[in-house]
C-alpha cells in the first residue's frame, strides 16, 4: 500500500506536471486506500495549483501550461469532490464572477475562478459578455459576498462601472465587494469607478478576496 | 503651438534628419473615431465610407500622424468562417470560433479578401482614405498576425491546450491563416495603403518565449518578408509584455515596434532601437481612459524622455487601442504635450516639464 504522503506529493505532481490523463487514477488510488478526500484536494491537488501558480508568477509557466495544470485539477477533483460532505470543504462565501458584456475572452476570468476554487470559495461563473444587470441579479440571488469581474477589452471596462452603479440602485453595493482585473485594468481605474479592489493576477486576486471578506490565509 | 507640417511632410523630414515641427505621435483612437465623426461603430461593419470617413473626421480634428483602417481583430477568422457578435455601438467580438474539433480543419480555407465577410468593406475604405487623405498623411491598414488569427479559427483555450497536446494542429490553423493573411495584404497594398500586424496572442503575458519561437516567429517572419517584398515597410504591435522575444523581433525586417505600457520604452530602445522605430507607450485605460490631462501630460513627456533619441526613431503612442469613450480633452493634451517638446527636442524642456507636473500633482495631493 502505497503511503498517504507518497499519494499526496503524486496528486500534487501530476497538476504541476500537467499529468492530465494519468492523475484521476492516483485520486482513485488515493480514495480506496481510505485516505481523508480533503487532504487530498487541499495538500494534494490544491498544492500542485499553488506550485503551478508560483511558476506563472516566475516566468517559468504561462498560460497553456496553467491551462492543462488546471485540467488536471479539476479531473483530480472530480474523483474526490464526490467524496466529501458538503461542508467539508469551502469557507462558506459566495462569489458571483463573470467577463463584463462586450467581451468574449475569459481565460483570465478562469484562471480567477481556478485559484479561488481552490481557495474555498464557492464561485458562480456567470461566463463572457455578461450583461450589467446578471452580476445584480447573481449576487442578490446568491447572497453573494463578492462579486469579480474581469475585461480584456478597454473598450468594455465602462460596464463595470455600470454594474458597480446597478449595485447601489438595488440597494446591495454596501453587501457585496467588488473586484475587477483583466488586461486594460488598472489600480487607478478601480479608484475611479468605485470599486473595493483590483488585482494584477489570480494569484493576487485570491489575497486580495481573502483579505475583503476578512479570511486571513 | 500650431503644427506647420503635414505627417506625411514631418516623417520625410526626420526620417532624412531634417528639421521638423514636433515628434510624430498617434494617440490610437481605433473605434472611438465613431464619437467623433458622430455614427454607430456598427456601421463600420458595412459601410465602407462611413469607415473611411470616421477615420478622417478623427484625423483632421486632433492632427496625429497615422491613419489605420482597423476595425477589431476578427475580420479574417470571421471570412474564414468563424461567427462574431456585432453590437449596435460597440467592438466586434468573437462568438464562436470555425471549428469545434481537431478534425475539421480541413473544411478551413483561405478566405477571399474581395469576397468574403467584412473583408471588402474595409478593401472599399482603404480606397477612400487614400483617395482623400493619401498625399498628407501615410494611410496604413491593420491585420493580426497568423498565430493570434489560428486561435479565433479554433478557440482560445482549445489553442492554448493544443500548443502542448496537439501541435501540428496550431501549426496547421497558422499556415492557412498565412494565405488568408496573405492575400488581404496584398490586396491592401495594391490599393497603396502600409500594413500594420497586430499579434496579440504572442505576448510573453500568454505563451512563453519558447512558444513564440517555435509557433508565431517563423510565420511572422514569413509574413514580413512577404510584406517587405511588395516594397512596404511594416509596424508590428504585440500587447502585454514583450521584453523577452525583444531580441527575435530585432532580427526581423520590421519598420517598427509598438508597444505595450506593461513594457519599457527605454529597455525597448536598448535592445531594438538600432534596427526599428519604436512607438509607445500611454497606458490607454490607466491613463488616457481613466487619468486627468495632467496624468496624461507627466505619461507622454516620461515616454519621450525614454525614447526620443532612439537611433532609428520614436513615435509616441499609446500602449494600445484607446477606449471608445477616451475624452477627448485627453487625446488633445497628448498632442499639445508633443508639440511643447519641440523637434530636435528639447530634453531640458522635457525634464522641466516632468517637474513641473509632479509638483502640480503633490499640489493638487494625489
Redesign the interface.
Known amino acids: 500500500m502505497t503511503s498517504k504522503d507518497e499519494l499526496l506529493s503524486e496528486l500534487s505532481r501530476c497538476v504541476l506536471e500537467?499529468e492530465d490523463d494519468d492523475i484521476a487514477d492516483v485520486a482513485r488510488e488515493y480514495a480506496k486506500n481510505g485516505y481523508k478526500p480533503l487532504d487530498g484536494i487541499l495538500n494534494g491537488l490544491v498544492d500542485g495549483m499553488n506550485k503551478a501558480a508560483q511558476l506563472y508568477e516566475e516566468?517559468e509557466?504561462?498560460?497553456?501550461?496553467l491551462?492543462?495544470c488546471s485540467?488536471a485539477m479539476y479531473n483530480g477533483l472530480d474523483v474526490l469532490r464526490p467524496l466529501l460532505s458538503k461542508t467539508d470543504f469551502g469557507n462558506g462565501h459566495k462569489i458571483v464572477i463573470g467577463v463584463v458584456q462586450?467581451?468574449?475572452?475569459d481565460?483570465g476570468k478562469?484562471l480567477v475562478k481556478i485559484m479561488l476554487e481552490s481557495a474555498g470559495y464557492e464561485l458562480i461563473d456567470l461566463g463572457r459578455?455578461v450583461p450589467v444587470e446578471n452580476f445584480v441579479k447573481a449576487a442578490k440571488e446568491n447572497n453573494a459576498s463578492v462579486v469579480g469581474m474581469s475585461t480584456l477589452?478597454?473598450?468594455?471596462?465602462?460596464n463595470m462601472k455600470l454594474v458597480i452603479d446597478s449595485l447601489a440602485k438595488e440597494g446591495i453595493r454596501d453587501k457585496v465587494k467588488v473586484i475587477i482585473g483583466g488586461?486594460?485594468?488598472?489600480?487607478?481605474?478601480a479608484h475611479?469607478i468605485g470599486a473595493d479592489g483590483y488585482s494584477r493576477s489570480a494569484v493576487e486576486a485570491v489575497k486580495l478576496v481573502n483579505q475583503l471578506v476578512g479570511i486571513s490565509a | 503651438m500650431l503644427d506647420t507640417m503635414t505627417p506625411l511632410q514631418r516623417g520625410t523630414a526626420i526620417a532624412k534628419g531634417e528639421s521638423a515641427d514636433r515628434l510624430p505621435c498617434n494617440p490610437n483612437i481605433a473605434n472611438g473615431v465613431a464619437r467623433i465623426y458622430g455614427c454607430k461603430i456598427s456601421e463600420f461593419n458595412t459601410d465602407a465610407k462611413t469607415l473611411a470617413k470616421a477615420q478622417i473626421a478623427s484625423y483632421r480634428k486632433f492632427g496625429y500622424d497615422s491613419i489605420r483602417i482597423f476595425t477589431d481583430l476578427f475580420p479574417w477568422a470571421e471570412a474564414m468562417g468563424s461567427k462574431v457578435v456585432k453590437p449596435d455601438d460597440n467592438t466586434v467580438d468573437l462568438a464562436e470560433p470555425a471549428i469545434k474539433n481537431i478534425e475539421e480543419i480541413s473544411n478551413l480555407m483561405p478566405a477571399d479578401p474581395y469576397k468574403d465577410g467584412r473583408l471588402p468593406v474595409q478593401l472599399d475604405a482603404m480606397k477612400y482614405l487614400v483617395d482623400e487623405v493619401g498625399d498628407e498623411i501615410g494611410c496604413s491598414f491593420g491585420v493580426v498576425g497568423p498565430f493570434t488569427n489560428a486561435f479565433f479559427l479554433f478557440g482560445v483555450e482549445k489553442t492554448l491546450t493544443s500548443i502542448r497536446k496537439n501541435p501540428e494542429v496550431v501549426h496547421r490553423l497558422c499556415r492557412v491563416s498565412m494565405e488568408t493573411v496573405k492575400a488581404f495584404v496584398e490586396a491592401g497594398i495594391k490599393i497603396g495603403l502600409t500594413p500594420s500586424i497586430s499579434e496579440p496572442m504572442s505576448s510573453c503575458t500568454v505563451v512563453s518565449p519558447k512558444v513564440f519561437r517555435e509557433f508565431s516567429l517563423p510565420y511572422l517572419k514569413e509574413l514580413v518578408d512577404f510584406i517587405n517584398s511588395k516594397g512596404k515597410g511594416v509596424i508590428i504591435h504585440i500587447c502585454g509584455q514583450t521584453n523577452k522575444i525583444w531580441p527575435d523581433l530585432e532580427k526581423l525586417d520590421i519598420a517598427g515596434m509598438s508597444i505595450d505600457n506593461v513594457a519599457s520604452i527605454a529597455e525597448c530602445k536598448k535592445i531594438m532601437g538600432h534596427k526599428t522605430k519604436i512607438l509607445g507607450n500611454v497606458d490607454p485605460g490607466g491613463i488616457m481612459y481613466s487619468g486627468s490631462p495632467l496624468d496624461v501630460r507627466l505619461k507622454t513627456l516620461e515616454c519621450i524622455r525614454d525614447g526620443y533619441d532612439s537611433p532609428k526613431g520614436y513615435t509616441v503612442m499609446s500602449g494600445c487601442s484607446l477606449p471608445v469613450e477616451t475624452s477627448t480633452e485627453n487625446i488633445k493634451e497628448m498632442l499639445d504635450t508633443v508639440r511643447d517638446a519641440e523637434y530636435p527636442v528639447n530634453i531640458n524642456k522635457v525634464e522641466s516639464m516632468i517637474a513641473d507636473c509632479k509638483k502640480k500633482m503633490n499640489q493638487e495631493d494625489y
Open positions: 500537467m516566468e509557466y504561462f498560460i497553456p501550461e491551462l492543462i485540467d462586450g467581451d468574449t475572452h481565460i478562469n459578455d477589452m478597454s473598450t468594455s471596462m465602462n488586461g486594460p485594468i488598472s489600480k487607478s481605474f475611479k
